[in-house]
């Protein structure tokens, strides 16, 4: 007689049950996406601290070139201090290094240079309406390589530029309008930095600010920037960072186009630099 | 797939948020160019004691005129008068007209009979102070506390150390031409307190200071022989060194004062030799047949400048201090003599002659970076101030008849006269005393 309990009922049961018991291993065999994903988002990572850590990278400054001497071997051994001395010894071949003309003894105060001419802002009552550009809808990777292609691109200038209803980010954008508005600035206090200029190492005197302006052209707030604050422990570097703050007190309000305030309320960094005044 | 697609998005976007540049960029402005003015600043007569407070505000304001680098304001236009130091003065006053620093001061007698000198630098502009010093002296010493506060106002304006607490050695020359006295003396840098060291019978010729400022040594012809003498200030004692056969000259002193770089003749050759002043001992550096002289110590005692005419001209040449290495570093048109290292250690001054005019000049230490900074047409003889930024020189007219001291800076500017009583020659300028 055949009952529930055949083997062969019995096996299939087990087999099924077994079937549904039977735990799913840890490694699965397949296509890897987790290591993939593990991959690509490791690369965007070293990717991003890349471009950003080099965009924050200032450019270091060219070290001073070195004079070297080309002097043959003969020639050493000519000047040996045992060789008699003959009027051949003046015929030695060192060459010469080049020397700068002595410059002038500035001894008359420095005549102001002429004032650029103050730019003509016209201020227009009624600006015309400008179109927003339409975003176009971009992928991720778009989006990526538009990046890139923004930091490495070089500028161009642009003439006659009128800001948008969106101001357009980028540092330097190189217009016309900053470069005026700067030009400015630098005319008006140039006549009140007296800066230090007896430092060994000139590189010292270099003093950088963020100034903040008052719509009125007064000093809303003025700061050292983070370096400059932190090299000001060096007594010449102090000395020049206080020259150039007494300037800048000294020489407001400051007259620039009330108009374009939004360019000028920030000048991050004010630099002072008086290498050119030391001919180094 | 759909999942990491969404996680690389956000990823990404997140990412392109930070290394966005901001929304708002501040403008970037150089100033590279400025003007060479000096400091205007405010220095009333200090309070207290009134004689005293005026002598000593005097000294200072004249002291800081003379660097070149201060413009002291006349105290009549002061419109608020400073009588208590303790307070903050009022700023707009003194913006007014035109105070960019503000020292003001106070001396009072002490019981026990010292004068003490307080006073404070103040920044006009920053409405703060920027310094603050007390000293204390006796009265008669009451100039070198007001040299000590120039001093530190100069330093901390300018960032450099001073050099207004010094003395000058040199030689005060007298009588006519054919007949010519010359005396050993001594004065403070501005002209104040000269001393005569020496009575005037016998010739005398470049002192040169020694470090610990106590010291000088100098060139004499004693007994009709030039030789270099040691001759100390505090007692009036001198002695020669070595008792050499022959001619010893242009002597000078190494940066820990414990040995003299000196110039020994024999059979008409002169080199250049260094005397160990506690063992006497002495070590030749050169043995060129051509006239070496004029030694001079790097202020890290390693190297020593020289001139010598071994090429043919005068020119200059360094070696280490035991006499190797020795190469030419002046290559400029014409001589080029009494090297000076600069207490700094960055530059050498040096006399230049060419088509008859003798010319001061700095250069490098490598020779190059050559300028000439004294307008001649007779200048010799640099001398550095302490802070290696000041030098003095002796500048020779009427045939060799008369002689003065001047001073400039080192960036050819500020050159004046330094008075002297009577003709002077042959400065040395002392580092900062004690």
Redesign the interface.
Known sequence: MSSSHSPTRVRAASAATATYRRARPTTEEGPR?GVF?SV??HG?IVA?MF??IQ?NFDTPEDSNVV?VDLVTIADVTN?A?QA??Q?E??K?E?P??T??A??E???Q??E??PEPPMPQFDVQKEVKPVEKPVEPKKT?AQ??DA?LNKLTAAEKPVKNAKPAER?I?????GNAM?AN??DA??SQ????????????DARDLIADF?LNLNPDGTVAALRMAPGTLAASG???????A?A????I??CQPYRLPADRY???R????????????MQQ | ?KR?LI???A???S??A??????????????????????PIAIPDFVGDPQAGANIAGVVRADLERSG?FRPLDQKGFAERITNINTVPNFGSWRAITA?GLVTGQVTQQPDGRLRVDFRLW?V??ESQMLGLQFFTTPENWRRIAHMVSDAIY?R????KGYFDTRVVFIAESGPAQKRVKRLAIMDQDGANPNFLTNGSYMVLTPRFNPTAQMIAYMSYISAKPRVYLFDIETGKQEMLGNFPNMTFSPRFSPDGNRVALTLETNGNSDIYVMDLRSRAIQRL?????IDTAPSFSPDGRQIAFESD????QQIYLMNVDGSG?R?IS??AGNNGTPVWSP?G?LLAFTKQQGGRFTLGVMRT????????S?GPHDEGPTWAPN??VLMFSRISGGGANSQIWSID????NERRVLTPGSASDPAWSPLIQ
């Open positions: 996406y994903a690509a988002f965007l991003a471009f950003t965009r004079p000047v201090p008699p001395p009027p010894m003046e030695i060192i010469q290094p020397l700068e002595p410059p003894p500035q001894m105060a420095v102001p240079a991720a989006n990526f990046l101001v980010p980028g540092i330097g954008s900053t508005i700067a600035l630098k206090i140039y006549r009140c930095w007296s800066p230090p200029t007896g430092a060994p963020v060096n007594p010449y570097t102090r000395a020049a206080e150039a703050s007494r300037a007190y000294q939004n360019v000028w920030e000048i991050n960094p004010l630099r002072f630099d008086p290498r050119q005044m | 797939m990491f996680l690389l998005a990823f990404v976007a990412w392109a930070l290394a966005a540049p901001p929304a708002h960029a501040a403008l970037q402005v150089d100033v590279t160019q400025g003007v060479s003015q000096p400091l680098l960019q920044d502009y920053g330093e304006i300018t960032g450099e050169t043995s060129d047949p051509g071994r090429g043919g001209s020795q030419r290559f400029g700094r960055d490598d020779g190059s970076g050559e300028r000439m900074i307008s290696g930024r080192v960036t050819g500017r």
